[in-house]
């Protein structure tokens, strides 16, 4: 059973398209989180939700929305995509500190 | 602010030895959390190990442990017995306990190589 899952793993898509990404997890969770890895292999907080409520936003451009339909779900929807916007998109979900992954979605914008 | 050093880059270690990677951190938080993922080639973000701020005692788990120094704010990785696979990038991070906003500042990593 896999704990945080999130899809797709690989995204290849032209500028100025709009994606999502989607993360689940199955662990009771109340916090979830999206993390962005660069190609420098950084990786840097997006968001937070904490039980459906975004509590951390780290200035990221608006065309970014992530979405919790409920506390096991959050999703990232991404507008008018960039060349800068190309990385591995990581999902993860805590309760406390520690925090608990997903695979990554890699997303290559061309 | 929360800032996590890690001054390896890369590191060459042959199989069987012990390794250490290197974490400082700085922050001004009373209370903090440390941590240790794994990033194998395959991309996944696998959780090692943790140690609490006001834990009196390094955390272990298994061949990792935790060389806590709270008074020079590093929080070095020390693995065991290095096998082949674990060849992998390692990141060290922190996050401030901060019910219901946390989050984990990280390093910049430290890619590891086992030589056969």
Redesign the interface.
Known sequence: DTAVSQTPKYLVTQMGNDKSIKCEQNLGHDTMYWYKQDSKKFLKIMFSYNNKELIINETVPNRFSPKSPDKAHLNLHINSLELGDSAVYFCASSTGLKAFFGQGTRLTVV | AQKITQTQPGMFVQEKEAVTLDCTYDTSDPSY?L?W?K?PSS?????LI?QGSYDQQNATEGRYSLNFQKARKSANLVISASQLGDSA?Y?C?M?R?NF???????G??TRLTIIP
């Open positions: 959390g941590f993922y990033q991309g996944e973000m696998i959780f943790y990038m990141f991070a996050g306990v219901g906003n946390e989050k984990l500042t990280f910049t990593g």
